[in-house]
Structure formats: structure tokens, C-alpha cells
């Protein structure tokens, strides 16, 4: 018998002064969201690119019940990230770094 572990995500950190964070930050105040750091524990898609040295930060959008069969969104938070990343994006895009 063989056991082979591989972690299947690596932890990152990134500073709350990094322009990926004041950047969701801003976009996020632009529309009336009062946005929060918080740990996850999880592996998203930030931690590949992260990883790979692509500063990135998670998006939470108000999932419930995680990876449960009950695992849902309201179609109300789906509307409001669509809105936040329109933001996002605007704030990318008129900025200068």
C-alpha cells in the first residue's frame, strides 16, 4: 500500500494594503457594501493564483450550506455580485498603478 498526500490548495495571506484589497475595498463601498477581511479555511481559486504569484483575493457572495446537498445562493445575492463586480471592475480599469 502506498499513500501519496498532496495538499490540494497552498494557504496564502496578502495584506490589507495591496492594491487587489483596496481596490475590492473601494468597489465594494461604491455601492453601499461595508466589506470585511475574514479567513476562510477553504481552497478557492485565489489560492492557485496566489500560488503561482498572482495576487488575488476570495469574493465572498453569501453561499449557505456549503459543499451540502442543501448547498444554495438567494437570487438576491447572485444580483448583488453582479453588481459588485461590475464595480470591481470599473475600479480596475480607471485606476493607474
Given at each position: 500500500l502506498t499513500v501519496l498526500q498532496e495538499a490540494p490548495f497552498e494557504a496564502f495571506m496578502?495584506?490589507?494594503t495591496?492594491?487587489?484589497v483596496t481596490n475590492a475595498f473601494r468597489a465594494a463601498r461604491s455601492?453601499?457594501?461595508m466589506p470585511?477581511?475574514?479567513?476562510t479555511g477553504g481552497g478557492m481559486d485565489a489560492n492557485?493564483?496566489?500560488?503561482?504569484g498572482l495576487p488575488c483575493v476570495?469574493?465572498?457572495?453569501?453561499?449557505?450550506?456549503?459543499?451540502?446537498?442543501?448547498?444554495h445562493i438567494a437570487v438576491a445575492q447572485l444580483r448583488e455580485g453582479?453588481?459588485?463586480?461590475?464595480?470591481?471592475?470599473?475600479?480596475?480599469?480607471t485606476k493607474s498603478y
Open positions: 496578502i495584506q490589507d495591496h492594491p487587489a455601492i453601499g457594501i470585511r477581511l475574514k479567513p492557485v493564483f496566489n500560488s503561482r476570495g469574493l465572498g457572495l453569501g453561499i449557505a450550506d456549503t459543499h451540502s446537498p442543501q448547498e453582479v453588481i459588485f463586480l461590475k464595480a470591481l471592475l470599473t475600479e480596475a480599469t
